[in-house]
């Protein structure tokens, strides 16, 4: 059974058409990038995965269930996400930012300390230093990992990811990339990655999903996405040289 | 005489002081929870901020004297009086909560539900502590406003320091103006300045 799989799903609001009749599976332990243009549906696609919005039209199954039938807190606590603008709350020290969900999951304060511990030591935060530090704190590839630490905290079989590196500086970004090939390794984590940037795509994928103005158009693994031929793939390949 | 002149001062500061604690109470447990209301109900959101609006700019002797024949609410004394100033305040604490919490950061917020908050718990742990330090500063202008409008409640038998200054306005007399005015401006830079203190310690958490 597929970790994720979407079922002819479309998502208009207001009239708008944002996503159309998209089909695809991700099966556990895979990275399926949705790469795309901006407005091209990406984030709403990932919404649609962890039931912050519901398509207009067919159906997302997360673990063989609908996301209409899970209940919308458990679905979401469930899957780790890691946003755009890393949404760390300001008022929460890093402890309290990566602990949060197995906080309102009620671990124990003691199992919290200890993950949050742990967490913070494999995204390479030396926890004595940082946990009691505030998100203003840290610079910009910081935040972001103790973004993905806050995401991995209890242990969802599955992770989502928004463009998390797109507003980091190269060196920091490549940095990062390795460390979630790394977590992948060691983890055998499932995941769904966001991007514009297509040798961030090709680097990080197992499949490659490519969205054009709410359509699937090609999904296939790196190896044969850089011999796609349709005109959107042609323009993203061609950013390459 | 004089022994006399300060035990009026001090009853009638005490009267002027229960007047503004009441006041802001009452105003404070009915603007908060609207305000968190409006940012729920955004079809409530030019009713009510309009009815603030307008109940500001009633001036307050009229106001005053438009509650007087109301009944339950109205009538000569200190009930009507709170109720007129609990519309005063209502604005600036309906408004600061509703930017306050409607200003957090929509990556935050969205990071919230993303997390699985349900809505208690992002109210509760996200959004008024951030939205804290706006809240407090509508509490605070609010305060310092209604200690100033207090003393227009000796005009309907409110009492409060404004006792001195109509007795003084009537009698021509300078030292009995003063006698009013000046405890009721420093208790309005004492409200300002605690609670200043307060909101410049709550944004710095």
Known sequence: ?241 | MRADLVNNLLQLTGEHLVLVLSAMAAAMLIGVPLGILLTRRAGLQRWLLGFASVMQTIPSLALFGFLIPIPFIGGIGKRTVIIALVMYALLPILRNTFVGIASVDAAVRESAVAMGMTSGQMLRQVQLPLAAPTILAGIRVATVTTVGTATIAAAIGGGGLGVFIFRGVASVDSAQILAGAVPAALMALAADGGLGWVERKLSRA
């Open chain 1, 1 to 241: 059974m597929p970790l994720v799989e979407f079922r002819d799903v479309s998502y208009e609001v207001g009239g708008r058409r944002i996503l159309s009749d998209v089909n695809f599976t991700v099966e556990a332990g895979e990275t399926l990038v949705l790469l795309g243009r901006s407005g091209s549906g990406k984030t709403t696609a990932l919404k649609i995965t962890n039931g912050m919005l519901f398509p207009t039209r067919g159906e997302v199954r997360v673990e063989g269930k609908s996301t209409r039938e899970w209940d919308p807190i458990r679905l979401k606590r469930r899957i780790g996400y890691v946003i755009q603008e890393v949404g760390l709350f300001p008022h929460f020290t890093v402890e309290r930012n990566v602990g949060l969900v197995p906080t309102l999951e009620g671990w124990p304060a003691g199992d919290v300390e200890q993950r949050v511990v742990r967490l913070l030591g494999e995204m390479g935060l030396p926890p004595e230093e940082y946990r009691a530090r505030y998100p203003r704190q840290l610079s910009g590839g910081q935040r972001q990992r103790v973004g993905v630490a806050r995401a991995l905290a209890a242990d969802p079989p599955l992770l989502l990811f928004d463009e998390p590196f797109g507003a980091l500086d190269p060196v920091t970004r490549v940095e990062l990339q390795r460390q979630f090939l790394d977590l992948r390794r060691n983890l055998q984590k499932t995941s769904i990655f966001v991007t514009h940037d297509v040798r961030e795509a090709l680097r990080l994928g197992t499949r490659i999903g490519l969205l054009t103005r709410g359509r699937l158009e090609v999904a296939a693994d790196p190896q044969e996405f850089r011999n796609a031929r349709t005109e959107e793939a042609l323009a993203f390949l061609g950013s390459l040289d």
